[in-house]
């Protein structure tokens, strides 16, 4: 079975600093991977989604992720991070099971951001 | 605008009472999907549907039921047995494939009082 694991829970930043969000992800065959986004008492914004190519694909506001099979990765990066973005980060892996699309999400990461 | 409509937004429920949440969508889209957010946890998913008169436990399936009796529509149904219902729920929809991604709606959050 598929699993997502997010190994921060919390993550403080300074408005103009870089972020970087990690994300593994535990799968036996090719994985197919998203980053979505959730502001308070809202539904889920996909950010980004990987399914096979080039390793390094680029999402809306800015943020981009980069696919590492060797390390079971596909952490989530943007080089300054605005005010906006402080919300809670989910990383995600679809799979093909018996019954259907699974689609498995991590326990998240929130993410602040100190003006 | 296509998207997918959950409702309402805010439910409360009497310990022993079986309550039904709605979701709609008219993206055409096959799949659809349940899932249960508390804080620190992450998306837990409930159940999951990829055609008309067919679905499949998720993962914390006790305590739940739905049913797909139309493309658009699959409500879940919180009953009695669920010991711990409050919580946040979203309803997803995807398109077929692995290679779709799934959209959401806005939540229902569900309060026991």
């Known amino acids: 079975a598929q699993s997502v694991t997010q190994p921060d829970i919390h993550i403080t930043v300074s408005e103009g600093a870089s972020l970087e969000l990690r994300c593994n992800y535990s799968?036996?065959?090719?994985?197919?991977l998203f980053w979505y986004v959730q502001s308070p008492g809202q539904g889920l914004q996909l950010l980004l989604k990987?399914?096979?190519?080039?390793?390094l694909v680029q999402g809306i506001k800015g943020f981009e992720a980069e696919f590492k099979r060797s390390q079971s990765s596909f952490n989530l990066r943007k080089p300054s991070v605005h005010w906006s973005d402080a919300a809670e980060y989910f990383c995600?892996?679809?799979?093909?099971?018996?019954?259907?699309?699974?689609?498995?999400f991590g326990t998240g990461t929130q993410l602040k951001v100190e003006l | 605008d296509g998207g997918i409509t959950q409702s309402p937004k805010y439910l409360f429920r009497k310990e022993g009472q079986n309550v039904t949440l709605s979701c709609e969508q008219n993206?055409?889209?096959?799949?659809m999907y349940w899932y249960r957010q508390d804080p620190g946890q992450g998306l837990r998913l409930i159940y999951y549907?990829?055609?008309?008169?067919?679905?499949q436990k998720g993962d914390i399936a006790e305590g739940y039921s739905v049913s797909r009796e139309k493309k658009e529509s699959f409500p879940l149904t919180v009953t009695s047995a669920q010991k711990n219902p409050t919580a946040f729920y979203l309803c997803a929809s995807k398109g077929q494939g692995v290679r779709t991604e799934a959209f959401f709606g806005q939540g229902t959050r569900l309060t026991v009082v």
């Open positions: 995600a892996v679809g799979a093909l099971t018996g019954g259907g699309n699974k689609l498995t």
């Open positions: 993206l055409n889209h096959d799949a």
């Open positions: 990987y399914f096979s190519g080039d390793t």
């Open positions: 549907s990829q055609i008309v008169n067919d679905f």
């Open positions: 799968y036996g065959a090719t994985p197919y």
